[in-house]
């Protein structure tokens, strides 16, 4: 049952590419937010390997099952973004301790910029609580599987993106 009927949520990240850990952390956040923004950020202070219109598509796709999730670009200031949009939670992904000390600093700059919003940090399914974007980019760009770790739809786009090596 969702906390409050006119709370919104936004979960932000870069999502290049979207994986089963962030699609788990989509699905436990829209059970609990009426209303969840999945903001997709344009990759301003990171080299992305698919273009923001290719991440947006990916999600689009990915969560079109979640009737309360939309999904939107963002460039800038997180704030701005939660503020223009109405957003009273900002829903972040721990995977393990090592994420805590970032996250934990980026809450509570957050809340300086927005004392009005909360942070919530939610974990994945403990078989998906070490899937990481940048591993999964890594590990496709090396040929390695990572079939484990994203949709069928995803591995297909990292295939397509990435050139296989023939061995020698």
């Known amino acids: 049952m969702p906390f409050n009927p006119g709370l919104s949520a936004v979960y932000p990240g870069t999502f290049d590419p979207m994986t089963l850990g962030d699609v788990d952390l989509v699905r436990r956040a829209s059970a609990l937010f009426p209303r969840l923004i999945v903001a997709v950020a344009a990759g301003h202070h990171k080299r992305t390997m698919f273009t923001i219109a290719e991440r947006l598509e990916i999600a689009q796709e990915l969560l079109v099952s979640h009737r309360n999730v939309e999904v939107v670009a963002f460039r800038?200031?997180?704030?701005?973004?939660?503020?223009?949009?109405?957003?009273?939670?900002?829903?972040?992904?721990?995977?393990?301790?090592?994420?805590?000390?970032?996250?934990?600093?980026?809450?509570?700059?957050?809340?300086?910029?927005?004392?009005n919003v909360e942070t919530v940090f939610l974990t994945p399914a403990e078989h998906l609580s070490y899937i990481s974007s940048s591993l999964v980019r890594e590990i496709s760009a090396f040929g390695g599987d990572v079939s484990k770790f994203v949709a069928p739809s995803v591995l297909q786009k990292l295939k397509d993106r990435v050139p296989q090596s023939d061995g020698s």
Do not use: I, T
């Not at 957003?87 to 970032?102: I, M, N, P, Q, T």
């Open 76 to 115: 800038g200031l997180l704030r701005d973004f939660v503020v223009e949009h109405g957003g009273k939670v900002v829903v972040r992904g721990l995977r393990a301790v090592s994420d805590f000390e970032y996250e934990f600093q980026m809450a509570g700059m957050n809340r300086q910029l927005m004392p």
